[in-house]
């Protein structure tokens, strides 16, 4: 148990269909991130928000849009998704400035979504 | 250019025996961190160790430490005692410029596997 929780563990969607994953931690940080993990490619950095202000969007299609309500809650929501989509989605955060260390992320157990 | 390379896809240890996990990055920074996570099949990611690029020496955690060569850029992961439990998926990272600044950017990983 990392203090970060992703809800669903598992999703199967249509792609007409509209989705939301969920992301909560209770650890005091300040900085929240959405990565997406497809099979043998490395983690995909896709948002990142500090301090509730989203400061990072890696080139991600539209279809997926983010929201960070307040500094312990991040969400993804989905809507007319493609096959190529499916992959494990994988929330973290992290302690944002300061000193450099302990700032290691702490990763939730991730979202597996299949686009069907 | 890839800013993390690991190139071993998968590696096979004896239990009880130690093995390296290798890694190398690239960065014109001079201020950043490495990270090395473990994914085991559940999926969530799990912080492992962490190395300051102005460390003196190489951390340690455990049954786990650093093997860092500034000059090659690597930053080598060393597990002794191999364990059954250590079998994952086990990914380097890293962070550039000070603080938290910068964001985390993960290698492909390498896949253990720990025989009885």
């Known amino acids: 148990e990392t203090g970060v929780t992703q809800t669903p563990r598992h999703l199967v969607m249509g792609m007409t269909n509209k989705k939301s994953l969920k992301c909560e931690q209770h650890?005091?940080?300040?900085?929240m991130y959405w990565y997406k993990q497809s099979a043998k490619k490395p983690l995909e950095l896709m948002f990142v928000?500090?301090?509730?202000?989203?400061?990072e969007n890696n080139s991600v299609p539209s279809r997926f849009s983010p929201e960070c309500p307040n500094s312990s809650h991040l969400f993804l929501h989905l809507h007319t998704l493609q096959p190529e989509d499916s992959a494990l989605y994988l929330c973290a955060s992290s302690r944002a400035g300061g000193e450099e260390r302990n700032t290691e992320a702490f990763f939730g157990q991730g979202t597996r979504l299949t686009v069907v | 250019a890839q800013k993390i390379t690991q190139t071993q896809p998968g590696m096979f240890v004896q239990e009880k025996e130690a093995v390296t996990l290798d890694c190398t990055y690239d960065t014109s920074d001079p201020s950043y961190g490495l990270f090395w996570y473990k994914q085991p099949s559940s999926g969530e990611m799990i912080f492992l160790i962490y190395?300051?690029?102005?460390?003196?020496q190489n951390a340690t955690e455990g049954r786990y430490s650093l093997n860092f060569q500034k000059a090659r850029k690597s930053a080598n992961l060393v597990i002794s005692a191999s364990q059954l439990g250590d079998s994952a998926m086990y990914f380097c990272a890293m962070r550039e410029g000070r603080g938290s600044q910068g964001n985390l950017i993960f290698g492909k990983g390498t896949k253990l596997s720990v025989k009885p």
């Open positions: 190395q300051g690029s102005y460390d003196q």
């Open positions: 650890l005091g940080h300040n900085a």
């Open positions: 928000y500090n301090f509730k202000e989203q400061t």
